[in-house]
């Protein structure tokens, strides 16, 4: 396969990691907070497509929205294929462009917090039920299970982009 559809393919493949690794943690995070699987993303979904801005309404039950729910796990799909995507491109550049090794690993790693941030943002509405500890950790699992596919798939990456290696 040529190296552009290999990054394609993988970037492709990373961002379905990610999508799943943050939904799988949040299923769970639901589940032990005794609530519907689907209770957070519920919520999201009526945070950024229904301008849920007054948190008293967390007091009381929420019926599922099937529209929330599902545009948000479109927009949450297709971010997350987004970034995947341009990891991995900014993973080939780094291990084909030593000199830039340094600003692209800053990059990626900005992007993380970026990302933490825009959620958070966006969630603002329900934070007494989506703590900032539980969108960290969702990521941080979205990336340890995203690099653990890379690393496989690209064996000695991580030693190739690391500023500093030859």
Same mark, same amino acid.
């Given at each position: /396969? ?57 007091? /009381? ?9 599902? @545009?948000?796990?479109? +927009?949450?799909?297709? +971010? ?16 084909? &462009? ?24 966006? @969630? ?9 500890? @539980? ?5 941080? @699992? ?14 000695? /990456?991580?030693?190739? &982009? /690391?500023?500093?290696?030859?």
């Amino acid at each position: /396969m040529n190296p552009a559809g290999r990054t394609l393919r993988q970037g492709i493949v990373v961002g379905l990691i990610a999508y799943a690794s943050v939904a799988v943690f949040y299923a769970a995070f639901d589940l032990l907070a005794s609530r519907g699987t689907l209770y957070t993303v519920n919520l999201l979904g009526l945070a950024v497509f229904h301008r849920l801005d007054d948190a008293s309404v967390l007091q /009381m039950p929420i019926a599922p929205d099937l529209g929330a729910i599902s @545009s948000y796990n479109a +927009l949450h799909l297709v +971010l997350s294929v987004v970034i995947g995507l341009v990891v991995t491109s900014l993973v080939d550049l780094a291990e084909h &462009i030593p000199s830039r090794r340094p600003a692209i690993v800053a990059v990626i790693i900005a992007g993380y917090f970026v990302t933490v941030g825009a959620v958070g943002m966006l @969630s603002t509405p329900i934070r007494p039920v989506l703590p900032w500890w @539980s969108i960290i950790v969702a990521n941080g @699992s979205a990336v340890v299970f995203s690099w653990a596919y890379l690393t496989r798939v690209r064996p000695g /990456m991580w030693q190739r &982009i /690391m500023p500093g290696s030859k």
